[in-house]
């Protein structure tokens, strides 16, 4: 069945006397361990990581070495040649993802009339944009070769300009907007989109999140920071290590990780396949520091919980939590500390948890999406993704984290959860609907 119009989508709920729900309908992803969905799904399941050396760019000469780079990507089969100078390497890794999302949402937006392309809207979150863009610019202008700049350079360095981007080359003209709010950037963005869904406001949103900070600017930045590990650069698959006793710090990672979030009856009544319901959101900020997080744990734990009550469950209802397990020693205690917090010690202990970040690395303000992703698949498949490379659980993260090699279980509803810097905090809560 072909989409509905605003009009024909708002008499068919009025006649159902439904409320709007937002559900998920077509997935993309660009990852540093699997280009497609499909080979995405098989690393996660299996627990294959995709950190490795850099090669971006010569690193021999800093203290770290290692990244969850996205190898063997043709950023020209997205990208023009001629264009390729004048934009950052995140729009093609979101383009990518973005056509595979509206692919398996079967969703050709150049044949939808202009009246459903308007309840269309790409909302996605990003931590830096085009930041790498930006930085290559002034290296260009302070070694004097103006000549190689790019004249977008001022355009494709605003952040809001990759949204307008996605909006042009789909043809979407809804609302064309950008969240920032460091790693919690998708997921806000996504809840967003939920509650643009919800309101009545737009039938379909193109979102997630894309980030491509491997520069040698943005590392070293990191690197002054001391959060990034620096044992493991003749070992890097073994790098980004959450909860394990001897975790030094995280891996920078770049990826793309995009969905077609759409009202439910408009998707049920065009046929497409529902992957799962976006429940519920929960968001809080502790006001508290730049980049610390308090100790205490309080407000992750109230974000979680909002997101719960949000979704009309109980903590009970729990099967899942995607964590945000950076590998950083103060994110993973304090992280551990907050689920104690929200679900309880005793079901805390009973919920079975698992880090992606143990295998793609920390892709900054794309990491949300990389969450929701992972959980998808988990649900799909029936089968939890494993926290690799945790070996010897630090003593203060004694939940269960599924090591290797994972774990045959149905899901009905998953947290995933995410930590940003300034105080952040943002939880979604995903219901499968195949159970219910």
């Known amino acids: 069945m072909p989409f509905l119009t605003g009009l024909q989508s708002e008499t068919l709920r009025n006649k159902l006397k439904m409320k709007r729900r937002c559900v998920i309908t077509g997935i993309g992803v660009v990852s540093p361990n699997g280009i497609g969905t499909e080979a995405f799904s098989e690393s996660v399941l299996e627990g294959r990581s995709g950190v490795r050396r850099i090669s971006r760019f010569d ?31 995140v729009l093609p890794l979101a383009l990518c ?61 605003v952040m809001g300009s990759l949204s307008s981007e996605l909006n042009v080359r789909f043809a979407l003209k809804g609302p064309s907007h950008i969240v920032t709010t460091g790693c919690t950037s998708s997921t806000d963005a996504m809840a967003y989109s939920m509650r643009q869904i919800e309101s009545g406001r737009l039938d379909c949103v193109l979102t997630g999140g894309a980030d491509a900070p491997i520069s040698l600017g943005t590392v070293r930045g990191f690197i002054l920071m001391k959060i990034l590990t620096e044992k493991w650069n003749t070992a890097p698959e073994k790098g980004s290590r959450p909860f394990s006793a ?73 099967d899942y939590v995607n964590l945000h397990g950076t590998s950083t020693q103060l994110n993973d205690r304090i992280e551990t500390r907050a689920l104690k917090m929200a679900l309880g010690d005793e079901r805390a202990r009973q919920v079975p948890m698992s880090a992606l970040k143990s295998q793609i690395g920390h892709p900054q303000g794309a990491c949300g999406a990389a969450g929701v992703a992972a959980t998808l698949i988990a649900m799909q498949h029936g089968q939890l993704p494993p926290t690799i490379n ?44 195949a159970q219910g």
């Open 59 to 89: 690193s021999s000469t800093i203290e770290v070495q290692i990244a969850g780079e996205v190898s063997g990507f043709d950023e020209l089969a997205w990208v023009e040649k001629k264009e390729r100078k004048h934009v950052s390497r």
């Open 97 to 157: 993802a973005s056509a595979e999302a509206l692919n398996s949402a079967g969703i050709d937006t150049a044949s939808l009339p202009l009246e459903q392309r308007r309840r269309f809207g790409v909302i996605m979150g990003t931590g830096g944009g085009s930041q790498e863009f930006t930085e290559e610019q002034y290296r260009l202008y302070f070694h004097g070769q103006l000549s190689k700049m790019s004249l977008f350079c001022i355009p494709t360095g």
């Open 246 to 318: 001897d975790r030094d710090g995280f891996v920078l990672a770049e990826g793309s990780w995009m969905f077609v979030f759409e009202e439910y009856e408009h998707a049920k009544a065009r046929g497409a396949k529902i992957l799962a319901e976006v429940a519920g959101y929960g968001s809080t900020c502790e006001a508290y520091h730049r980049v610390r997080l308090m100790e205490c744990g309080e407000e992750p734990a109230r974000a979680i919980s909002l997101a719960i009550k949000n979704a009309g469950i109980s903590v009970e209802d729990v």
């Open 390 to 433: 945790l070996e010897n659980a630090d003593k203060e993260c004694d939940l269960d984290y599924v090591p290797q090699p994972g774990r045959k279980k149905t899901i009905e509803h998953a947290v995933c959860n995410c930590i940003a810097f300034g105080s952040k905090n943002s939880a979604l809560v995903l219901r499968n609907v």
